[in-house]
DNA sequence: GCATAGTTCAAACGGACGTTTGAATGAGAG
DNA sequence: CTCTCATTCAAACGTCCGTTTGAACTATGC
């Protein structure tokens, strides 16, 4: 293992992500963060400043990557000519779900945590999730709207809001899941079910 | 207007539906509900017992009617032969996206209320939700996987899912749409929109 | 050794929370 | 009018909240 020593610092992050995952912002209080993360209650102000800081800092860190492999993708798919839908809309959504299959590490709780995070109740945390991923999305919505040119760019929308919702249903069901709604058989198939359900759901299912 | 005058109760209980929907359980304060209902702190525990039971109340009361017309119109599809997979999203949708229709009256924040508790952070506010809608939920499962004879069935309930996620999206969206992804031109099609999104995943977005 | 900057700590801050109390108020029945 | 029972009320309960304080500790550089 190359984690020497994990630091105040990253235990607030992981105790933060998994609990906010667990109870939402509001449902989590910094003393069940830092008596998990071995600290004490002071270190939050310390290091961060406020709970919400922290909270904006687990986000960063948690969407970062994931927003970065995206326009990694975009990048790529622009390069070589017009990308079909299928392509756009695996290059989104693969990045966020393949989270959810390291469930032996930290991936599955992140996803829970970027997937709760992103529909909070709360106007303020869905706002700032959205600072994280709003451009991203914005670029993907575009591409998508182009690579549609039979749907009504209000059409693509909406079902670009659907996959959005999506992603973040089946991210914070990462570790936990109704019984007898279980994914189709091999869990590791849940980025492939979810593309092929989106792909003929934007391809067919979209009125203009 | 046949509404004489509002007892305490029930303003309790609007004032609550439209404050959980907003903020979330946990994010909003008795306080904060019983001010803007124009009623003393106590009486909410005189007439619920507590904050969780005027949520469940309220939950009773919003997802009742939708739930009992959602049994009302399987029973009809079932009473005449096999329904085809439009009609039973068509059923099971159309009752709880109707309310989003109402803005005038109270049937956006009902929606928006429904939408909010169903995907709660908080599991514990989830299953409340659950207990009061599984049963007639489980229903129409069982119904979709009988009209969808070739596809697996853990791919229908995956399907199944889905629905869910995207109904309760839109219906907490009620009263609240991000800008740039509104839904396609007429509002009033948002159902119609939704269902065709739906049919077409079903129909071609499933392996089996 | 000593000074310094970074980090941790126990303790307390004021405030907001859900809940409870017991008296005051109201309407309806005898 | 009087009794009764449901409802409302101001006030306080104890607890937990996020945040702040100032001292104690730790490590590094001189």
Redesign the interface.
């Known amino acids: 293992m190359d984690t020497p020593v994990e630091s105040t610092r990253e235990r607030l992050l992981n105790i933060a992500e998994q609990r906010f995952g667990?109870?939402?912002?509001?449902?989590t209080s910094l003393r069940a963060i830092t008596v998990a993360a071995a600290a004490n209650i002071a270190a939050v102000n310390y290091h961060f400043g406020s709970k919400e800081a922290l909270l904006r800092a687990a986000v960063a860190r948690a969407a970062g990557p994931v927003n970065a492999e995206r326009r990694r993708r975009l990048d790529q798919l622009e390069g070589s000519g017009q990308p079909a839908p299928e392509q756009l809309i695996r290059a989104f959504i693969e990045p966020g779900l393949d989270l959810v299959l390291r469930r032996g590490e930290r991936g599955a709780i992140v996803a829970r945590f970027i997937g709760?995070v992103a529909?909070?109740?709360?106007?303020r945390i869905r706002e700032l999730y959205?600072a994280e991923s709003e451009p991203i999305e914005?670029r993907y919505?575009t591409a998508l709207q182009r690579a549609l040119p039979h749907a009504?760019p209000?059409?693509v929308?909406?079902?670009?809001?659907?996959m959005l919702?999506?992603l973040a249903?089946h991210q914070?069901q990462a570790l936990?899941r109704?019984p007898?709604?279980?994914?189709?058989?091999d869990p590791s198939k849940l980025a492939?079910?979810?593309v092929?359900?989106?792909?003929?759901?934007f391809?067919?299912?979209?009125?203009s």
Do not use: H
């Open positions: 667990e109870a939402g912002y509001e449902g709760r529909f909070d109740p709360s106007p959205a914005k919505l009504a209000t059409a929308a909406f079902g670009f809001v659907n919702g999506l249903l914070s936990s109704a007898g709604t279980e994914d189709p058989d492939e079910n979810l092929a359900f989106l792909v003929a759901a391809d067919r299912g979209l009125r």
